[in-house]
C-alpha cells in the first residue's frame, strides 16, 4: 500500500457533534478541528446546519469537516469532507479536490484501507480504537498494535483514531501512532460537555506544533 505525501496538519483534538448546536456551544472554547455528522435531516435543514457551523468556525479559527454531504460541504466552502466507505462510490473527488477541500477516509480493515488510500485522502482514521458506546460496530476493537500498523502502512497521512477514547488513554493512542483523537460520545454524553471539552483541549495540548 502506498499513500501520496501528505501535507495536512490535523489538530489532535477532533471533535465529532451531530448538529451545529452543539458545535456553537462547544468550538468557541477553542476546538479547533469539528466534524459535522448529521443525519435523518431534510436537504434544506442540513443546508442550514451546515452553514451555521461554517459561520461559527470562521469565527474561531476552526477547521471544519463536513460528514458525507459532499456537495453541500463545497457549495458552503467547508475545509474537509470525511466519507465512510459506502459513500466513497458515490462522491466526485475530483469535484471535492477541484474545490479545494480536504478528504478524509474511514476505514476499519486491510481492505479498506486499500480502498481508502486509492482516493488519495488526505488523513485516514481508524476504528474503534477501544469498545464504544456510540454505536453497535461489526469490528472489534482494533486496539493500539493496530494503531501503529496503520501508521507505519499510511505515513506521512495523518491518522485519525476514533472509538472509546478517554483523556486517560491518549497517551498511549499517541504513543503507538495516531496524529489526531477523534471523539464523540466522551463529550456528548458528560454531565459538563463544555469541562470535558476544555479537559481534551488541555490534554492534547503537549502534542500541538510538533510538541510531544
Known amino acids: 500500500m502506498s499513500a501520496r505525501p501528505g501535507q495536512t496538519s490535523l489538530d ?24 459535522l455528522r448529521a443525519k435523518d435531516m431534510d436537504a434544506a435543514r442540513l443546508r442550514r446546519e451546515i452553514g451555521a457551523a461554517r459561520k461559527t468556525c470562521a469565527g474561531h479559527g476552526c477547521q471544519l469537516v463536513v460528514n458525507d454531504h459532499w456537495k453541500l460541504a463545497i457549495e458552503e466552502g467547508c475545509d474537509f469532507v470525511h466519507l465512510g466507505q459506502g459513500d466513497l462510490g458515490a462522491a466526485d473527488l475530483s469535484a471535492i479536490r477541484r474545490a479545494g477541500l480536504g478528504l478524509g477516509v474511514s476505514s476499519h480493515d486491510r481492505r479498506e484501507l486499500r480502498v481508502a488510500l486509492a482516493a488519495r485522502p488526505d488523513y485516514v482514521a481508524l476504528g474503534p480504537v477501544y469498545p464504544t458506546r456510540l454505536k453497535k460496530m461489526p469490528w472489534a476493537p482494533q486496539g493500539l498494535e493496530r494503531v501503529g500498523e496503520w501508521k507505519s502502512l499510511i505515513d506521512p497521512l495523518p491518522l485519525v483514531a476514533i472509538g472509546g477514547l478517554t483523556t486517560d488513554r491518549l497517551g498511549a493512542v499517541f504513543a503507538a501512532g495516531a496524529d489526531c483523537a477523534a471523539v ?23 502534542w500541538r506544533g510538533g510538541e510531544a
Open 12 to 35: 489532535p483534538f477532533y471533535l465529532i457533534v451531530d448538529d451545529a448546536e452543539w458545535l456553537a456551544r462547544l468550538v468557541p472554547l477553542g476546538v479547533k478541528l469539528v466534524q
Open 184 to 206: 464523540v460520545t466522551d463529550i456528548r454524553a458528560a454531565a459538563d460537555p463544555e469541562a470535558r471539552t476544555a479537559r481534551w483541549i488541555a490534554a492534547t495540548r503537549p
